[in-house]
């Protein structure tokens, strides 16, 4: 066993010496295994970060959203539903939401006002006052006064006092929010008393959210349930869709380098000829040159492998994945301005492995094939 | 859903095994019939030459395939979020009739790989390559599974619907629900721990008689796939139970999770590993010990007894640790 060992190290060593006599060839063939990590390790860590975020925001949504449907669209629904709802056994609370969009015509940004829910006591906000996403302030001057100006649909004018900034931590779901008082609310968008965007119900068995459906259907006719399990399955797969997309896109990246590391491979020089002739000559067996070859293969990929993917590692969650966020994330004028949360996962790891070390390897095979079967007389002749 | 990446790796590795087994089984064919090791005919030669090739290739592929295998049941466990009902890698495989017949396929390709990878280790070991043409012999053999593989993989992925309900591991392996799960789920725990237990000193004995005689070996390596499936059977019947610590819960698969320390593959690793080197011990002993072979081979026949012992040790150890740390009071 420990001969083993000795005698791949003596391997490795005259392996690495042999890689660095023919550097430029080696550091060209590294610089684009380490590219192509780099992309494809990037696009996954993203995507992997942003479902994970996806799923950490839903854990504190309502177990099951209820939408009044009108011809297939959706409508304001009546607070008198509240009623029926929390009658129903295993519904822990049933409350109206009140939230919606605001496109600003002087900037083009959209804001999502909301009116806290009576639960939330932390953000509780009084008649004329507002609560703001972080990133209100880089689209619109709230000034010294705190003073935060919107025009309703209805062109009305309406004056806030800023009374708190959401924290950054929250950019994600925070960043274009406002929060106002229920009155405020209803005064800007002049929405009568007793409606509601829609109905959020807080459920004590997860387990029990279908045949509550199937109670609150009944109780609520012309209305559409919007679970949480549901929106979490959209989510990820969307994600992952996206995802998988841009990898299959990036495929035609991977077999140009699949064929860029065949052709370097096969571009055998005349002095590594001789070299291998003479190795063989001396004693060498094909086995041998095949095993040296295979390491000088391993430690490409591995430095690559590794170096690519701290690389990506550093662009997606220190850097925020400049590179590829507009196809991944989508874009806006108010866009929150967020950082993932730092997460590798063993499965991706292995998935990327799969799409670099893998179509190296095979593309490489049979010219290390090649170079080692090569009959000593005939090249050094 | 053929655009989920861990899937888009399955079928890169899954695509790249075909093409090689299939131009390798091209190869066998042509091998079993010429090969003459004592010829010095140019066919030859090249036959020879050849065969680095090919055995490189099978090495990378076949091992592809064991890890692939990995990917497939851990991809099953997380896709599992995106199928209503589903709630591990059972609810996965049930999405549509392809996933059971695509895992057992890739278990079964695992140990044809396993095995053919332990011949060709030997086959080195000799000057004269002296198990050549058995081992080519056993590739033409795996091909048709390679292509099973293949193609019932593709048909699952492919036909993966996520608006399809699927049935969860507490729905399949209960003891009324019928079928080999159900079996499986009723067994009597007391039998099945003597399975797993007395199966495990029935290996020790026979792995003594493996290192004396040939027909020991023999009958190791049938043991062995035997208890593989007793392995399992227990698994199922009793030792998730004390994992879980619920009585009625028997999901081999919920293990792998990591809300339970990822104690399934402590379990399945072993038994995998223990397996494998019965079965290449099996498939080595089929014939007398090559002229070539009889100082190489006996030292490499025990280091596989070992190694089956020890990973059918392990999972014995790692069951045993799992029951003794449960607070599930199964018996008295």
Known sequence: MIRQVARQRYLIDFTLASMM??????VVLFGVYFLIVFVLASVMLFGSAIRREAALLLANAPEVTVQKLVMGRHDMISG??????SAIRGVRRAEGRL???LFDRGNGANYTMMVPPASDTTHAVGPGEAIVGSGIDRVKTIGRNEYLFLIAPSGRFFKFTVKERLPEGSGLVAADLVLISEADYRALFDLPDGVYTDLALSIRNEKEVATILGKAAKAVPNSRFVTRSSIARTYESIFTWREGVLLALLGAAILSFAILAFDKASGLSAEERREIG?????????????????WEGALISLGAFLIGLIAAYAHVFFFQAGLLEPVLKGWAVLYPDFRLTPHIDPLQVTTLAFFTIVPYTAATIIPIWRAAITDPDTVMR | MIFHPPILAILLASTL??????????????LVRKWDVASGHAGQIALEKRTYLVSTALVFVLALEAVSLILFTENAERMSVLFVGAMC????LNVNAYGFPALILKVALFFGAAVWLIVNHADGLGRDYPLTRFKYGLLIALSPLVVAVAAVQFAYFYNLRADVITSCCS???????????????????????GLLFGGLGVIAVLALAALRWRAGRLAYAAVSLVYFAAGISAVISVVSPYIYEQFHHHCPFCILKPEYGYIGYWLYLPLFVGTSAGL???????????????????PFRRRLILTSLAGFGLFGAVALTAILRSNLIMFG
Do not use: C, M
């Not at chain 2, 095994?17 to 042509?30: C, D, E, P, Q, Y």
């Not at chain 2, 729905?171 to 721990?193: K, Y």
């Not at chain 2, 290449?280 to 006996?298: D, F, H, I, V, Y």
């Open chain 1, 278 to 294: 003479i190795l063989k000559a001396v004693g060498w067996e094909t086995s041998d040159v095949l095993t040296s070859k295979f």
């Open chain 2, 171 to 193: 729905r399949v392996f209960v003891p009324n629900a019928g079928g080999l799960e159900a079996d499986l789920s009723s067994l009597d725990p007391a039998f099945a721990l």
């Open chain 1, 21 to 26: 006599r023919r550097k430029v060839k080696n």
């Open chain 2, 280 to 298: 290449g011990l099996g498939a080595l002993s089929l014939k007398r010990t090559p002229a070539s072979l009889q100082e190489a081979l006996p």
């Open chain 1, 99 to 101: 939230w919606g969009y």
């Open chain 1, 80 to 85: 008198e539903h509240l009623e029926a709802l």
């Open chain 2, 17 to 30: 095994s075909l093409v090689t087994l299939v131009w390798a089984s091209g190869f066998a064919a042509r």
């Open chain 2, 89 to 92: 890698a059972i609810g996965t």
